[in-house]
């Protein structure tokens, strides 16, 4: 079963907009969550993070938030810019990040000028 | 560079074969990860160690995946009989050990493609 659903494949938005990615997960004891950007043929590169204490992260235009009582994160991107196309993938680790991550399936972001 | 490395980045073989991938994590870094990355699908969990300890392995690495870090330093991904099945990015990572909340670090991966 999927433990970390990514349900857009994709998404295209405009130059300047803000992107919205979401994340949804169903196992209660995950409390470490982090969002990872892939471009082709590279390994996922960090991008930011967020404890299961708190509900948002911010890191310059990246911002992550936690809803703990409806099991979602969303990762916000402000303003869109076209080097942030690329493919997002949301993982989730217990322990405070001490087991392997646990990632979804992805979307693709597509930042069109 | 300090990242994580990888070797081979690409590595073509004929079913049947056996084929070996090298990490180096970031020096550092007692926790080695892999993971097994196909199209349309996020990383999938394979293995990890802690310095030369192996502490856990997935379902999905079958016993003709064999994985050791001997000296708690760089990684081999040894897979034997190799099958069309197998074809896949495989990806290492580190990150410190027992840390609070830290992330791992991800090499660039060693594309296999089995024919």
């Known amino acids: 079963d999927q433990q970390v659903k990514q349900n857009s494949p994709s998404l295209s938005v405009q130059e300047g907009r803000i992107s919205i990615l979401n994340c949804d997960y169903t196992?209660?004891?995950?409390?470490?969550f982090l969002w990872y950007k892939k471009y082709p043929a590279e390994g996922p590169t960090f991008l930011i993070s967020?404890?299961?204490?708190?509900d948002k992260n911010e890191d310059g235009r990246f911002t992550v938030f936690l809803n703990k009582s409806a099991k979602h994160l969303s990762l916000h991107i402000v303003p869109s810019q076209p080097g942030d196309s690329a493919v997002y993938f949301c993982?989730?680790?217990?322990?405070?990040?001490?087991?392997?991550?646990?990632f979804g399936k992805g979307t693709r972001l597509s930042v069109i000028a | 560079d300090t990242g994580v490395s990888q070797d081979p980045r690409h590595k073509i073989t004929k079913r049947g074969q056996n084929v070996t991938f090298r990490c180096d994590p970031i020096?550092?870094?007692?926790?080695l990860y892999w993971y097994r990355q196909t199209l349309g699908q996020g990383p999938e969990f394979l293995t990890y160690?802690?310095?030369?300890?192996?502490?856990?392995k997935s379902r999905l690495l079958s016993d003709r995946f064999s994985a050791e870090r001997p000296k708690g330093s760089f990684s081999t991904l040894e897979i034997q009989r190799t099958e069309q099945g197998d074809s896949a990015m495989y990806l290492c990572?580190?990150?410190?050990?027992?840390?609070?909340?830290?992330?791992?670090?991800f090499g660039q991966g060693t594309r296999l493609t089995v024919v």
């Open positions: 196992n209660s004891m995950f409390d470490y």
């Open positions: 020096s550092e870094h007692n926790r």
């Open positions: 967020i404890s299961s204490i708190k």
């Open positions: 160690f802690q310095n030369e300890a192996q502490l856990e």
């Open positions: 990572a580190s990150s410190p050990r027992g840390g609070q909340n830290t992330e791992a670090f």
């Open positions: 993982a989730a680790s217990r322990y405070s990040g001490n087991t392997p991550l646990v």
